[in-house]
Each structure stands twice: as C-alpha cells, then as structure tokens.
C-alpha cells in the first residue's frame, strides 16, 4: 500500500477542483502512455534530486519509497511520488514543503487536493 503525490511545474490552480483537472491532463498526457518518454524537465530533476537527497532512494525497496528510483516516475513536468504508507505522514509533508520551495505545485490525488 503508498501514498501519492503529484509534483509538477506550474502555475498554482486557484482551487482543489482546477487543480484535480490540471492533474488528470498531466497525469494522461505523461504518466500514462508508455508509448512516448518525455524526460522531465530541469525543474523536476531539480526537486526529485533534493528530494532524495533527504530520503534515497534505495534500489531494495526502501521503508520511505514503494517505487524507486523516483525520477523514473518522473515525465515532463510532472513527478507521481509513490510513498510507503508508514512513513507518508514525514515524507509527505517534507515533499510538499519541498515543493513549495522549488516553485512546484503540489497535489494530493487521493484527497483531491492541493498540498499546502
């Protein structure tokens, strides 16, 4: 079981409901096909980088990450975080803050809603 989070480089959407339609875009448009590999833009590489620099990645199935290595669920301008759910609450709240810090927008697809 995890906890998600969506990351991407963007402008803030004013509220949860244009921030869930924003993320279903970005979520078909680079998550879902596996047709097309869009490397991630600098901005994402930047912050999955900081990211994992406080929680690495660890190749074994880590407590922290329930898909790893992290950039590989990252796609253009969007990263799908993958947490172990016993560490979502620490994770989750550093990833948002983290977030926040590199100008990204942060989303919690279960919730439906932005991460403050």
Known sequence: MSYDLAVWDGDR??????AGLTYD???ERYLESDDVVVPPTPHIVAYVEALVAR???DVDRSVVWASSPVIKEASGPIVYLLMSYGKAEEV????ATLAREHGLVCFDPQGECLQP
């Open 92 to 95: 989750s709240e550093y990833a």
């Open 13 to 18: 959407p004013l509220d949860d409901r244009q």
């Open 25 to 27: 875009e970005l979520y």
């Open 55 to 57: 929680y690495p990645d």
